[in-house]
């Protein structure tokens, strides 16, 4: 058995970064029939999905921050002004980008996460499935990853 000796560094490196994926991407491809399948086409690529809610005076009054990718939407940001909670207006900002994500880029499913303090339990009120929940993540707080089978 031949014995090798590697250094390891600990630097952030953005360019050994993009390598890393592009070689995690490679393998991943060569594993994968189905994400060979995937390589060329529109659902490839991961598209921004962004929802404003904005007040009488043009302010920020909520948003919604997501992408899409192959036939899911991920939903990584959704937040409401304190003073418009309770309107209404999270559901509407949630309604609309999974309306989008739907019907004008083809999306069968939503996935996201929130922290216990957050909002599981306004999600599940819309549909929403809890899927994994990790605690102590950060310790003392509850991460749960829920999703949503969105109908045609």
């Known amino acids: 058995m031949v014995s090798r000796m590697f250094r390891l560094e600990t630097e952030v490196d953005k360019a050994r970064r993009d390598l890393l994926r592009s070689r995690l991407r490679e393998t991943n491809t060569a594993a994968s029939p189905i994400l060979r399948a995937l390589r060329g086409t529109p659902g490839e ?3 921004p999905l962004h929802v404003w809610a904005l007040d009488d005076s043009g302010a920020l009054a ?6 899409t990718w192959t036939s899911w939407l991920h939903v990584t940001h959704l937040w409401v002004d304190e003073q418009h ?3 209404g207006l999270g559901s509407q900002l949630l309604a609309r980008a999974e309306r989008l994500a739907r019907r004008g880029r083809g999306c069968s499913a939503v996935r996201l996460e929130t922290w216990d303090f957050q909002a599981p339990e306004f999600y599940r009120k819309r549909g929403y499935e809890v899927v994994c ?19 045609a």
């Open 85 to 87: 909670r309770g309107a």
């Open 45 to 47: 690529r991961e598209l």
């Open 62 to 67: 909520g948003g919604l921050v997501g992408h």
């Open 133 to 151: 929940v990790i605690p102590d993540y950060p310790p003392g707080i509850t991460e749960y990853t829920l999703t949503k089978r969105l109908s």
